[in-house]
Nanobody, 123 residues
Framework: QVQLVESGGGLVQAGGSLRLSCAAS????????MGWFRQAPGKEREFVAA????????NYADSVKGRFTISRDNAKKMVYLQMNSLKPEDTAVYYC????????????????WGQGTQVTVSS
């Protein structure tokens, strides 16, 4: 059974930092592209960042470029999202996702999803 479990969310003041983690039970984790998405109340889920199996391809949403960094550790079957200079508009539930296809910004193309972790940024 595939499981993706996010952690590291919380409440932080604007300008602060958080590091999200996603632990994957995928047997061949190193073959999977991993993505982070987020969904704010009343809004559609949106792409945040994605990384290829090797880490050689990384994409970010324009809204987080220069502030967020995605990384992975294939030996530990973990993917991370370092979030710096957080803004109130970053408030959302953050989800990690996995798929065997190349990294994409399209959420429906990811086969596996975690339950999400709440990030709240106060002004």
């Amino acid at each position: 059974q595939v499981q993706l479990v996010e952690s590291g969310g919380g409440l932080v003041q604007a300008g602060g930092s958080l590091r999200l983690s996603c632990a994957a039970s995928l047997r061949t984790f190193s073959s999977y592209s991993m993505g982070w998405f987020r969904q704010a109340p009343g809004k559609e889920r949106e792409f945040v960042a994605a990384i290829s199996w090797s880490g050689g391809i990384i994409n970010y949403a324009d809204s987080v470029k220069g502030r967020f960094t995605i990384s992975r550790d294939n030996a530990k079957k973990m993917v991370y999202l370092q979030m710096n200079s957080l803004k109130p508009e970053d408030t959302a539930v953050y989800y990690c996702a996995a798929d065997l296809r190349p990294p994409t910004v399209v959420d429906r193309l990811y086969a596996y999803w975690g339950q999400g972790t709440q990030v709240t940024v106060s002004s």
